[in-house]
């Protein structure tokens, strides 16, 4: 009873932010993703009915028991849907930069569950598995499938019309995503803690709400007409929305650092000069620019020259899962 599953990390182009619940992950917003081709968890999930506790394996270390806790209740589920009651040996190897804004948990909640729900037997779909995946990292959801994905936050109170789908396929708008690295330093706010703190008490938060419905109405828009710049306004503007509501918060707290600032302002200045690129960040520092083929190599040398970036990766827009 084994199985091994790779899964690509995402970037929200419209933001998940809020929850309406937060044990089964309910989202108070739809987003919009893509998926992408750089980064990627391969994860492999063995049941064992001689194992007396789960196991938990990250990058080839036996990971601290907080972080196996979080993957055993993820597995409960599986196991309860199975109704097998035996435990896991789960081996995950991270190929994303964790906890600074790229999306680890996407890829390693989507590829656990697809792993897990293979190797215990269970036939789900996918928009099953995107809504196992979901309970155990937002985001994961979005990660079972390729291309532009959208998640639909539903209106039960059990999260049973609560996934994720794919509206258009990898291949059908070929755009190009430099994720821009400027520290791999975890973040001191975690998103959980983040986005609970803000729905809590930002005042922020019902203007986010609000503004974040016209923002998926406008980018599905854009996607259907292949507009890029009707694309890129709006991805920018909603990830400022979004970054805005943490500055409201009690305590208030912010991702950024000032290197993000200078790569945001970068942006902006080739913009100016008529090279079209957008930024977009997730919960963390690092940075994302949204461009088209065309222009991925112009603004590669322009953000080079920033002493602030690290390191650039070139992303395509990746696949959904697949079995090992």
Known sequence: MKATVKAHTNIALIKYWGKRDEALFLPTNNSLSVTLDKFYTITTVEFLPALQADEFYFNGELAEEKELMKISA?????RANAKKPMFACVKSQNHVPTAAGFASSASGYAALAAASAKAIGLQLTDRELSQLARQGSGSASRSIFGGYVEWEKGSNADGSDCYAQQILKKDAWDLRILSVEVTTKAK?????????????????????????????IAIKEAINERDFTKLGQVVEANALKMHATTLGANPPFMYWQS??????????????????????????????????????QVIHESLETLPVVQQIHHCRIGPGITYL
């Open 74 to 78: 993820f597995l409960d589920r599986v």
């Open 188 to 216: 001191k706010v975690l998103s959980r803690e983040g986005m609970k703190r803000t729905v809590q008490t930002s005042p922020f938060f019902a203007g986010w709400l609000e503004a974040v419905e016209q923002d998926l």
């Open 259 to 296: 290197a993000t600032v200078e790569v945001m302002q970068e942006v902006q200045a080739l913009r100016e000069k008529g090279i079209e690129a957008y930024f977009t960040i997730d919960a963390g520092p690092n940075v994302k620019i949204v461009c088209q083929p065309e222009e991925e």
